[in-house]
């Protein structure tokens, strides 16, 4: 491994790591946003991935969230909130329908350029190369058979939060992972582009940690262990020999 690096399993996140999560939002919100002239895409997409960790946990978390209106709510509500902060505002019919166009092209996605080549090649080398991502179990399955993931990667490690009822940034989803394929936190690293559920979450399980900061958000408060990329050549660099 690289960077001086000796762990022997990787896992990596799914929405916004794996591939880009901006495009179907970009596109799900366009009818109420394009006439905004350099209306702030990235900024409105990292609220409305807040309020839907929030609400989903309000909610009980990705485990409750597969089916039923609660969860239809929730999925509205991000939208409407995230949007209101940028002064777009959506009434529940235009909530509902935002949601509805998100999911029409949530699965129409593909991997950043040279990532899946980078499990494959990680793997060539020996290492483990798992997948951690949370969200519903059937709604986040869609996305990895979406993306050719489940081609890559064995099943026995690709876990989704809402299969164990435990969401990151709990620490408790990390330590579940290394009791299911018998290995250490030690042993592992977690690459993610999220600051709370991500950073935070492997680093209190006792796990390595990779920020691949594409967007190039700011750090949180907290202090914490991580090593910072910012592209997936970064990525590589820190991940390869």
């Not at 309020?51 to 989903?56: K, M, R, T």
């Not at 997948?131 to 993306?147: D, V």
């Amino acid at each position: 491994m690289g960077q001086g690096r000796d762990s022997e399993v990787v896992f990596f996140d799914v929405d916004d790591t794996v591939y880009d999560h901006l495009g179907p939002f970009r596109q799900a919100v366009w009818s109420w946003t394009s006439h905004i002239e350099q209306f702030p895409y990235e900024a409105a997409y990292h609220r409305m991935r807040y309020y839907s960790d929030i609400l989903s946990l309000q909610l009980g978390g990705a485990g409750k969230m597969e089916e039923g209106e609660s969860t239809r709510l929730m999925q509205r509500e991000r939208f409407r909130l995230a949007l209101q902060e940028f002064h777009v505002q959506l009434s529940e019919q235009d909530a509902e329908k935002v949601q509805q166009a998100y999911l029409a092209c949530q699965f129409d996605i593909q991997c950043f350029a040279g990532m899946k080549e980078l499990m494959i090649d990680l793997q060539q080398e020996g290492v483990i190369v798992g997948l951690l991502t949370n969200g519903a179990e059937g709604h986040q399955w869609r996305k990895i058979r979406a993306l050719g993931l489940d081609q890559v990667i064995a099943k026995p490690y690709i876990f989704v939060s809402g299969t164990h009822g435990i969401d990151k940034p709990d620490p408790r989803i990390f330590q579940l992972i290394n009791k299911e394929t018998g290995t250490s936190y030690s042993q592992c690293t977690y690459v993610g582009d999220s600051w709370r559920n991500d950073v935070i979450g492997a680093n209190s399980a006792g796990w390595n940690m990779i920020w691949f900061n594409h967007r190039g958000q700011e750090r949180g408060d907290e202090q914490v262990t991580c090593h910072e990329v910012n592209s997936v050549t970064e990525l590589r660099a820190a991940l390869l020999s």
